[in-house]
């Protein structure tokens, strides 16, 4: 079973602020994913990396950025908080077809 | 434009009974898919899955069939169970290519007891 860490699970903050989603797992994945989703809605790729130092954007355009220093970590960063960044982001990482999810950090931008 | 349909979005079944999800994609270089749980505050949890080549994969109480033709893929549990409730989604994806998964909408299951 994949280990899949997400920070914080739940973030209310101000517009304008910079923001920093942890996400980290123990398996030794080469592939990381960010998801986003709205309530009732499917999940939209939005970052994906292959490695170290590899980083791509997904199927949804976001505001948002990645990186991949280590197998184990990619966070994702928005450097300028807005009310339409409120959603649920999902980290998933995996090989071999399977992605193994985190619970997610739910972000709520006033 | 949405390659991954799920057109059902709740479904409520007996418990003991056939619960039977489904799910149409309209992409055909789509190789591999796969069926996730979710639920609410939690991540999506892996069920099963099936290749291509396959048209039936079975996990104790959890069968996916897949219909390359029709392009469409169920997911039948039996028996239900009330812990079954929950969102259930399916995914798509190209193994060659990136393994990107498309996901389509979910469904919510509600299993009575």
């Known amino acids: 079973e994949a280990d899949i860490y997400q920070t914080p699970r739940y973030l209310v903050i101000g517009t304008g602020k910079k923001i920093t989603l942890e996400c980290s797992q123990t398996?030794?994945?080469?592939?990381m994913y960010w998801y986003q989703q709205d309530p009732g809605m499917e999940l939209h790729l939005i970052h994906y990396s292959y490695g170290v130092n590899s980083t791509e954007k997904g199927d949804l355009s976001s505001e948002s950025t990645v990186s991949r220093i280590r197998t184990e970590h990619f966070p994702l960063t928005l450097e300028s908080a807005r009310p339409s960044h409120t959603s649920q982001y999902l980290c998933?990482?995996?090989?071999?077809?399977?992605?193994?999810f985190g619970d997610g950090t739910r972000l709520s931008i006033l | 434009d949405q390659q991954v349909k799920q057109n059902s979005p709740s479904l409520s079944v007996q418990e003991g009974r056939i619960s039977i999800l489904n799910c149409d994609y309209t992409?055909?270089?789509?190789?591999?898919f796969l069926w996730y749980k979710k639920y609410p505050a939690e991540g999506p949890t892996f069920l099963i899955s099936?290749?291509?080549?396959?048209d039936k994969n079975e996990d104790g109480r959890f069968t996916v069939f897949l219909n390359k033709s029709a392009k469409h893929l169920s997911l039948h549990i039996v028996p239900s169970q009330p812990g079954d409730s929950a969102v259930y989604f399916c995914?798509?994806?190209?193994?060659?290519?990136?393994?990107?998964?498309?996901f389509g909408q979910g469904t919510t299951l509600q299993v009575k007891p």
């Open positions: 995914a798509a994806s190209r193994i060659s290519n990136t393994g990107k998964l498309i």
């Open positions: 398996m030794g994945h080469d592939k």
């Open positions: 099936i290749s291509s080549i396959k």
């Open positions: 992409n055909s270089m789509f190789d591999y």
């Open positions: 998933a990482s995996g090989n071999a077809g399977v992605q193994h």
